[in-house]
């Protein structure tokens, strides 16, 4: 039986950590940042290749479309053949990706390569959580976890920048905002030398040796920052059943009697969060103008509801470790929802500022403690896959969202669309609330061992 579970449990805070946040932060915040660039340049490209609005459309789910799989991908690799090298192949996919549609030529290949940007960017999305999740000792986790996701905010507001100041500067500038948006691929450098694989994935494989010297390694390099005192003594973890093993198996096991509750929650949460972030971010500009409002789509404007993103998720981040993931989940979700409902009925500029910078940081909290939920919920053997399925189930909403939106809004109008959403996401809240378990301040062993109690080995 080995103890690697217990000696990472046993870790402080410490710079292996912090140099683990800053490796998948990065990733986060570049992907973030790609993902973001497409809406500062499809108007560029509807007038540079006369694309019709049916096209422009097209090129702007070719990403969301990659997403889907390359989560789902992502997921079901990541337990198989492990975390380290999804997150390599992700990162050199969207980057190489990004790097040709900037050489694009015409609007087709263009969206075959943002389909394949969207594949490394889904692919990236899915993995880093439940990876570096896995390195963190549980009274940590939640913070970590929620301060990780956090770095998405930075991407978009680089984006945003980017997108003003050099998009319209010359006639190239889409070219160029995307060819910044593809340096990343200068990390795989770094990341080949520095970025471990997970301990934990190690033993769920049996490799136990490789496991032990990583985790010797972060023994030491503590001991050396924080004094020989720095390791408590070793409190035993509890040992869950081994499930899953090929990919069937691990698909199938999601479903399982053991976890069809945590699974259920999941894909609600998921579909729920992200089907309304869309509709909303998509839809509220035209829904406000088609309302008879005037609204200002000033730099100042659209730089306020990014910014907004950054507090948004470090609050939740921080209340993850004070309140739990499940009551940060539901609390954002439901504020998200009043904010929506009340940019609604916003009658001036500064109001709908006001409550769009208030959706923006609490539907944006909500994917702060998502990000850091989710993994929680599956043994080590289907961490990736559960996390990974959940993510590519919620693109389903990213895609079909705004175009729900565009069909219930002339039957139901403004407030309807809107009141709607609300009840979506409070609807999300609930099953959280019912279908979820406790993880704050519990090893991932541990909320394994309950979860599978009584599950045979197979």
């Known amino acids: 039986m ?9 870790l402080p805070f410490a710079r292996p950590h912090r140099k683990l946040l800053v490796m998948g932060g990065l990733g986060y915040t570049f992907a973030a940042m790609d993902g973001a660039m497409i809406a500062f340049v499809l108007p560029v490209l509807a007038k540079v290749w ?15 479309i990659g997403f889907f799989f390359g989560a789902f991908c992502s997921g079901t690799l990541g337990d198989l053949v492990g975390r380290r090298v999804v997150m390599m192949w992700a990162l050199a996919i969207y980057s190489i990706g990004t790097l040709g549609s900037a050489m694009a030529d015409s609007w087709p290949s263009f969206l075959a390569l943002r389909i394949l940007v969207g594949f490394g960017l889904g692919a990236e999305s899915a993995i880093v959580a439940p990876f570096l999740s896995e390195f963190v000792a549980s009274r940590y986790r939640g913070t970590f976890t929620g301060a990780l996701a956090g770095f998405f905010s930075f991407g978009f507001v680089a984006a945003a920048l980017l997108g003003y100041l050099i998009v ?14 593809a340096l990343p691929i200068v990390m795989l450098l770094w990341w080949r030398r520095s970025l471990p694989e997970s301990p934990r994935w190690l033993v769920s494989r049996g490799r136990v040796a490789e496991a032990d010297a990583l985790v010797s390694r972060m023994e030491a390099d503590i001991r050396a920052e924080h004094g020989q005192e720095a390791l408590p003594p070793l409190v035993p973890v509890p040992q869950a059943p081994q499930v899953g093993g090929t990919f069937a198996k691990n ?23 992200t089907f309304c972030y869309y509709a909303f971010f998509t839809w509220i500009p035209t829904l406000l103008v088609q309302n008879g409002l005037t609204i200002t789509r000033s730099f100042s404007y659209s730089l306020a509801i990014f910014v907004a993103q950054i507090p948004g998720y470090y609050s939740a981040a921080y209340l993850n470790e004070k309140i739990g993931r499940q009551a940060t989940i539901t609390s954002y979700m439901v504020l998200g929802g009043l904010a929506a409902f009340a940019l609604s009925a916003a009658a001036s500029n500064e109001w709908i500022m006001i409550t769009g910078m208030f959706l923006s940081f609490f539907m944006n909290g909500t994917y702060a403690g998502l990000y850091a939920y989710t993994p929680e919920l599956y043994p080590t053997q289907l961490r990736a896959t559960g ?4 993510s590519s189930v919620g693109r389903i909403g990213a895609i079909s969202g705004p175009i729900v939106v565009g069909y219930l809004f002339p039957r139901f109008g403004f407030v309807g669309v ?6 979506i996401l409070l609807a999300a809240a ?5 279908l979820g378990v406790r993880t704050r301040g519990r090893s991932l062993e541990a909320i394994a061992a309950d979860e599978l109690r009584g599950v045979a080995d197979e």
Do not use: H, K, N, Y
Request: with cysteine.
């Open 2 to 10: 080995s103890d690697i579970a217990a000696r990472l449990e046993r």
């Open 168 to 181: 319209p500067s010359t006639p190239q500038g889409w070219r160029i905002v995307l060819v910044v948006t």
């Open 50 to 64: 006369s694309l019709s609005s049916v096209q422009t459309g097209i090129l702007g789910s070719g990403t969301f």
């Open 387 to 390: 996390a990974g399925v959940a």
């Open 430 to 434: 609930l099953a959280v609330m019912i």
């Open 251 to 273: 698909l199938a096991a999601l479903w399982s009697p053991a976890l069809t509750r945590v699974t259920l929650m999941c894909w609600l949460a998921w579909l729920s969060i």
């Open 418 to 423: 809107f009141g709607i959403s609300t009840a």
